[in-house]
């Protein structure tokens, strides 16, 4: 067999360009990879599952760990199951196909615990993750895509991109996360675009949509469409965010408006990061008043129309970023629950400065990130205002290693 041509930043300590190595797996990291150890030295194997002992082979050296590709499990995991899809492995989108749901769910927990400690230096028990009604179906929205097409190719990929990889796109047929309408919409928004690429439309490469609603599914970015979740019905533009689990977030919706409540001492509710509205409506017949600031103005819009469209009339939104909210609360802040639910980057350190100085009773943080959500309850619990209440992580994304989790705070 001829050598494997050595990349030429490769370096080469302390293992060998394909190197292979029997290593014993011992956890997981929060991006869903196997970690071992070989004499001290940390490998990340992505496939590999704790408790297992695997053959790998070396392809990078770090200033203090590697990478390898998992290459034959000597000892599996009683985790262990068969992965649903042909693709998993490849396809970048999933890492967890193949270990049993109960045991994701474990594992998910203990990596809020550990992100909790690590980053925020917070030690408190951490509930255990609640689990997806549906393990597979269950995602309403997918976005395939594709790079340029090659003059005459017309089988080009169309997918998702590759494990492990930051360019390069696996073809995906089906997808078996995705709601069975999804898929059923898929051949043929995937024939059509080869058609169109046929016909030179494309002079690069682009993002497709498929997203189920109330209205059926479509490929329509900018098509108005709307959602139920529990009493609700929300409108919004197809294209922009809206959690993509149908069946699990009433459950969280109610979850984190249960925990705005409290003990009903709090009369009233702001929602910073509003989008639509999900949070301030659903709260809105628990608090006297409600208030949303999305930086979005067509998502104010839409939080609008969705308060019309529900019959509420004590919800009101504002344009602007999230950072204003304080500027624009007219409840008195002893008597105010704020519900957050930043993007992936957190908060920042303006936006805690300035909650911290309105001070309100109490504070219900959404993440889908735990490691900045860490960071930024460290600075709130060192403030001394504030004492945790309750951490609930939710598992919204079945088969991967995504975690939305939920933290609450009472004012001391």
């Given amino acids: 067999?001829?050598?494997?041509?050595?990349?030429?930043?490769?370096?080469?300590?302390?293992?060998?360009?394909?190197?292979?190595?029997?290593?014993?797996?011992?956890?997981?990291?929060?991006?869903?990879?196997?970690?071992?150890?070989?004499?001290?030295?940390?490998?990340?194997?992505?496939?590999?599952?704790?408790?297992?002992?695997?053959?790998?082979?070396?392809?990078?050296?770090?200033?203090?760990?590697?990478?390898?590709?998992?290459?034959?499990?000597?000892?599996?995991?009683?985790?262990?199951?068969?992965?649903?899809?042909?693709?998993f492995g490849k396809c970048g989108?999933?890492?967890?196909?193949?270990?049993?749901?109960?045991?994701?769910?474990?594992?998910?927990?203990?990596?809020?615990?550990?992100?909790?400690?690590?980053?925020?230096k917070i030690s408190f028990p951490v509930s255990p993750c609640r689990g997806s009604p549906k393990r597979y179906g269950y995602r309403s929205k997918i976005t395939p895509h594709f790079e340029r097409p090659r003059s005459g190719d017309a089988n080009f990929p169309i997918g998702f991109l590759a494990a492990g990889t930051a360019r390069r796109i696996v073809d995906v047929p089906a997808c078996p996360i995705a709601t069975d309408a999804v898929n059923a919409a898929l051949p043929r928004l995937r024939a059509l675009t080869?058609?169109?690429?046929?016909?030179?439309?494309?002079?690069?490469?682009?993002?497709?949509?498929?997203?189920?609603?109330?209205?059926?599914?479509?490929?329509?970015?900018?098509a108005p469409v709307s959602e139920r979740v529990g009493e609700l019905t929300l409108r919004f533009v197809a294209g922009d965010f809206f959690q993509n689990n149908p069946f699990i977030l009433p459950e969280f919706a109610e979850f984190?408006?249960?925990?705005?409540?409290?003990?009903?001492?709090?009369?009233?509710?702001?929602?910073?990061?509003?989008?639509?509205?999900?949070?301030?409506?659903?709260?809105?017949?628990?608090?006297?008043r409600t208030i949303g600031v999305e930086v979005s103005e067509d998502a104010v819009v839409k939080a609008r129309e969705n308060a019309a469209l529900n019959g509420l009339a004590n919800c009101s939104f504002v344009a602007g970023s999230s950072e204003i909210i304080f500027k624009e609360i007219p409840f008195p802040p002893e008597e105010t629950a704020l519900i957050i639910d930043p993007p992936r980057k957190g908060c920042g350190a303006d936006f805690?400065?300035?909650?911290?100085?309105?001070?309100?009773?109490?504070?219900?943080?959404?993440?889908?990130?735990?490691?900045?959500?860490?960071?930024?309850?460290?600075?709130?619990?060192?403030?001394?205002?504030?004492a945790l209440e309750a951490v609930q992580p939710f598992d919204l994304f079945p088969q991967t290693r995504h975690i939305e989790n939920i933290a609450v705070l009472a004012k001391k």
Avoid at 27 to 52: H, I, K, Q
Avoid at 94 to 113: D, I, M, S
Avoid at 264 to 284: N, P
Wanted: aromatic share 10%.
């Fill in 93 to 120: 989108g999933c890492q967890y196909q193949n270990f049993e749901y109960g045991a994701q769910l474990a594992w998910k927990t203990q990596q809020v615990a550990e992100l909790f400690a690590r980053i925020g």
């Fill in 1 to 87: 067999m001829t050598p494997a041509r050595v990349p030429a930043k490769f370096k080469a300590e302390p293992f060998a360009y394909h190197q292979e190595l029997t290593l014993d797996v011992a956890a997981l990291t929060n991006l869903g990879e196997g970690v071992a150890r070989a004499d001290g030295w940390v490998v990340f194997v992505p496939g590999a599952l704790p408790g297992e002992r695997v053959r790998a082979r070396v392809w990078h050296n770090a200033k203090n760990f590697s990478r390898a590709d998992l290459l034959e499990v000597l000892v599996p995991a009683k985790e262990r199951v068969e992965p649903r899809c042909p693709l």
């Fill in 352 to 386: 805690i400065a300035q909650m911290l100085a309105f001070a309100p009773q109490r504070v219900v943080y959404v993440s889908c990130a735990p490691d900045t959500q860490a960071r930024d309850l460290q600075t709130v619990l060192e403030s001394g205002k504030y």
């Fill in 256 to 288: 984190a408006v249960r925990a705005a409540r409290g003990n009903g001492a709090c009369r009233f509710l702001a929602d910073a990061y509003c989008g639509s509205g999900l949070f301030a409506l659903s709260a809105a017949k628990f608090f006297e």
């Fill in 194 to 222: 080869r058609e169109r690429a046929a016909r030179g439309e494309f002079r690069r490469g682009a993002t497709l949509l498929l997203r189920e609603t109330l209205e059926g599914v479509v490929s329509d970015a900018k």
